[in-house]
């Protein structure tokens, strides 16, 4: 039975040091009224989408970076997104930095309804990038340094389905996908800020949006969800932010994208009851899965070459690389 959610994925170009949270909420709400036109029910806007990807500079004092966290949700810069939203009576999802009560950092996103109550919250887990000053690279990545990990993936109900989040970097692991998956998410939003500049391997610079599309779309069809992937993109204060916004169907086959580096929408009509076709076939997993065979997911973080493995290699004639004579 088909469930249809019309889904803009509100790419916005870059957010400058200086830009005020009025004048962005502005863009945003313009992008929402755009996609209120176009008759949208949801609309995605990326990972901190309120102010520039601050992470990007080092602070010895991390508290002098405390103005980029929000302390409310909605707080008075952000109130006139939520009142539009629900004038028009559009649900949207955004990024944001949290400043909790408690003095926790974190890179946080949000679900928000067509009334303009928040119906989910999600708290960044996988943090990329370094937690130290490493004045050698042509610009810093402290996500590391600057947040509090978050607690784990949770889904709510909004739009008629199962809804998930995750937060850029996450979208590069299988495990974020997967444990959506197996609480039943049929659409799953994910903002993002990556730099086509990778500074421990430049020779992935060029696959930035390969290796994009490559995440999204396989986790989009190995766990049989919608996938919104929605950038915050363009040249922000001398860093370029990779664009490609896409919204991905079940199948993997992209369905809507963004083709500029600034503030765009692409709409998809997002049928959620296609999600069946997937999980009730290929990737029923009731019926496939061997969780008993994947133990050493949850129980080991790094790589460990079993000790019969790495003894067979080091006597192997395989080591002697020999000479050309
Ligand atoms: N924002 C974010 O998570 N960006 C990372 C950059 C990785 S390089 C440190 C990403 O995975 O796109």
Redesign the pocket.
Same mark, same amino acid.
């Given at each position: 039975m088909s469930r249809i959610v019309t889904v803009g994925a509100a790419q916005t170009g870059p957010i400058q040091r200086d830009d005020t949270r009025a004048e962005v909420v502005e863009r945003l709400v313009a992008l929402l009224r755009q996609g209120a036109d176009a008759g949208c029910d949801l609309i995605v806007f990326p990972?901190?989408a309120l102010t520039t990807?601050f992470?990007r500079w080092w602070a010895d004092d991390r508290a002098e970076f405390d103005h980029f966290f929000e302390t409310e949700m909605p707080g008075p810069d952000t109130r006139p997104l939520f009142d539009e939203a629900a004038r028009l009576g559009v649900g949207f999802h955004l990024g944001y930095a949290e400043l909790t009560p408690e003095g926790q950092h974190f !890179?946080t996103a949000i679900v928000v309804d067509r009334q303009g109550t928040i119906i989910g919250k999600y708290r960044?887990v996988?943090?990329?990038?370094h937690h130290d000053h490493q004045p050698w690279r042509e610009f810093q990545?402290l996500?590391r340094y600057y947040f509090d990990p978050g607690a784990g993936f949770g889904v709510f109900a909004g739009f008629g389905g199962v809804l998930g989040m995750a937060?850029? !970097?996450?979208?590069?692991w299988s495990e974020t996908y997967r444990v959506l998956g197996l609480q039943g998410c049929e659409l799953a939003m994910i903002g993002? =800020?990556?730099?086509i500049h990778?500074a421990p391997d430049p020779s992935q610079d060029v696959l930035q949006g390969f290796h =994009?599309r490559l995440c999204l779309q396989s986790g989009a069809y190995q766990n049989g969800m919608w996938v919104v992937g929605v950038a915050k993109a363009g040249e922000e204060e001398g860093c370029d932010l990779?664009g490609e916004s896409a919204i991905i169907a079940p199948s993997g086959e992209v369905r809507a994208t963004c083709s500029t580096v600034g503030d765009e929408l692409a709409v998809a009509e997002c049928d959620l009851g296609l999600c069946a076709n997937y999980k009730d076939t290929l990737f029923d997993f009731g019926y496939y899965r061997r969780p008993e065979a994947y133990g050493t997911i949850t129980a080991q973080q790094g790589v460990v070459v079993p000790p019969d493995v790495v003894a067979a290699l080091e006597n192997s004639d395989d080591n002697d690389t020999g000479g050309a004579t």
């Open positions: 990972e901190l990807f992470p !890179n960044k996988h943090l990329p990038g990545h996500e937060i850029c !970097n996450d979208r590069r993002y =800020n990556t730099p990778y =994009n990779l």
